[in-house]
Structure formats: structure tokens, C-alpha cells
């Protein structure tokens, strides 16, 4: 099950890593990559098949219109002709293979693709004597005082805009939540939040989680911003004070 593949429409004569960031695919590529020349692209166009070996085996890195699906992106700045994602038509990228190197601890969310993916959790829920509780769950560089000592400091700089995502989506779920009305939010920013939290712990952006696997729905990124969040423990937590509730009425009447 290989990764995403990319196509790049360009007359150079070799593609890098930086080239990569001009395309608007910097994320796409952690490990080594590996560009295959192409005469006959999508459309018919110029250019070379990329991919990372990490997630693509070199020999299936090139393009083959018959055995692949491709979709033309619309991710580089400016003027210019837009990079293209695809994949093997009969083996669609698996989370599995799209993990970062490092992944954040989270919860099991299953997408619409029917895979489990790793949501990482960015506000941490505990039961605090009874009142609940919230923290930052992301890591934190370190940083001196001002006596030279160590002390947490800001959050990482990679995982910034994921705990932005997870402090506006605990404002409009527990608004929601606290007036019993339905959770309501713009459905691009809606989609694009769960996308964003799920890229924090994989190689993917926008076009591959939603053109290529189809793995979004509002259901399914209600789910993601959920777990992000930590909602499933609030639940567990009232479901448990309302069976702890339930069974010291059931005692109480038993004494009576």
C-alpha cells in the first residue's frame, strides 16, 4: 500500500526539497526524495513524478495513467502551472503508511475511507475533585528564567496552529453544548480544521484526505475536532458521575 505520488509540470532539469516548498508540497515529504522523469504526464504534460521513499517504493514511483487516479491541486502561490496528487487505483494510501516520524498521542477516529487514523489531543481533559479540568496536551520548547533556570516554554512551533484549531472548537462546542443548540460552523473551515488536525500526525493536506481518499464528511470532522479537544473523555466522565449518581439513589433507597 504506497503513499501519495505528486507530479510536477516543469522544464528543470532536477526537482529538490526546497523546490518542493515552492510547489506548496513541503509537507508532503519527510524522508529522501526520489523524482522520476516524465514526458507524457497528466494532461499530456512535461515533468517528474515525486514521492518519498518512505511511503512509495522507488519502483513504483512514476506515472502510469492506466493504474493510477490523479487529481490537478491548487496549492502553489502565483502564476504557474499546479503540482498534481495520485495513487494507485486499486491500493489507496492506508494511514499506516502515512504517518509522521513522530506522531502525538490522541484518540482512534475511524474516516470515511474506513481506516483509523491517530488524532492527536491538544487540550487534555481530567476530573479535578469533581470539577473538570483542562490543559494544553502539545509539547512545549523549554526556555530559560531569569535566573538561568529551565521552565516550559511556548508550544512548539509546529503544533501552534493545532492548539489555536483546538481552543476555537472547545469555544463553539461547549457554546453549543451549554445552550442545547446544534453545533454549527462554516463548512470549509469546519472540513479544513479536522484535515489540519489530522495532518499534525501525517503526510497528508487537504486534497489527499478529501478528493483523493474521501475520508471527510461533517460527521467525520465533527469526530476529528472531537478527539482533538478530548470530548470523548468529558463524555466518559458524565457518563460515569451518572451511573456513580444512579447507584448511590439505587443505596439510598435500599436503606430507606
Not at 60 to 80: P, S
Not at 103 to 127: C, F, K, M, T, Y
Not at 193 to 218: K, P
Amino acid at each position: 500500500m504506497p503513499g501519495f505520488l505528486y507530479f510536477l509540470p516543469t522544464n528543470a532539469p532536477a526537482v529538490s526539497p526546497i523546490d518542493m516548498k515552492a510547489w506548496g508540497l513541503d509537507y508532503a515529504v519527510e524522508g529522501r526524495l526520489t523524482a522520476c522523469g516524465c514526458t507524457n504526464g497528466p494532461k499530456h504534460l512535461s515533468g517528474f513524478t515525486v514521492a518519498d521513499e518512505q511511503r512509495v517504493p522507488v519502483a513504483q514511483i512514476g506515472y502510469y495513467a492506466d493504474r493510477q487516479t490523479w487529481f490537478e491541486m491548487d496549492v502553489r502561490q502565483g502564476d504557474g502551472p499546479q503540482p498534481w496528487v495520485g495513487y494507485y487505483t486499486d491500493d489507496p494510501p492506508k494511514s499506516g503508511r502515512l504517518c509522521r516520524a513522530m506522531s502525538l498521542p490522541g484518540h482512534q477516529v475511524r474516516l470515511n475511507d474506513g481506516n483509523e487514523w491517530l488524532v492527536p489531543v491538544a487540550i487534555e481533559i481530567n476530573d479535578g475533585g469533581g470539577q473538570i479540568g483542562m490543559f494544553c496536551a502539545l509539547p512545549a520548547t523549554a526556555e530559560c528564567d531569569g535566573k538561568g533556570g529551565l521552565r516550559p516554554g511556548a508550544i512548539d512551533p509546529r503544533y501552534a496552529r493545532l492548539w489555536e484549531l483546538a481552543c476555537e472548537y472547545w469555544d463553539v462546542k461547549r457554546g453549543a453544548s451549554l445552550e442545547g443548540n446544534k453545533l454549527t460552523m462554516d463548512y470549509d473551515n469546519w472540513i479544513g480544521a479536522g484535515v489540519e488536525a489530522v495532518a499534525a500526525n501525517y503526510v497528508v493536506g487537504r486534497w489527499e484526505m478529501t478528493s483523493c481518499l474521501q475520508a471527510f464528511t461533517e460527521a467525520t470532522a465533527a469526530a476529528v475536532l472531537d478527539a482533538v479537544i478530548d470530548w470523548p473523555k468529558v463524555i466518559q466522565m458524565a457518563e460515569k458521575k451518572m451511573t456513580d449518581l444512579a447507584s448511590s439513589n439505587t443505596a439510598d433507597g435500599q436503606k430507606g
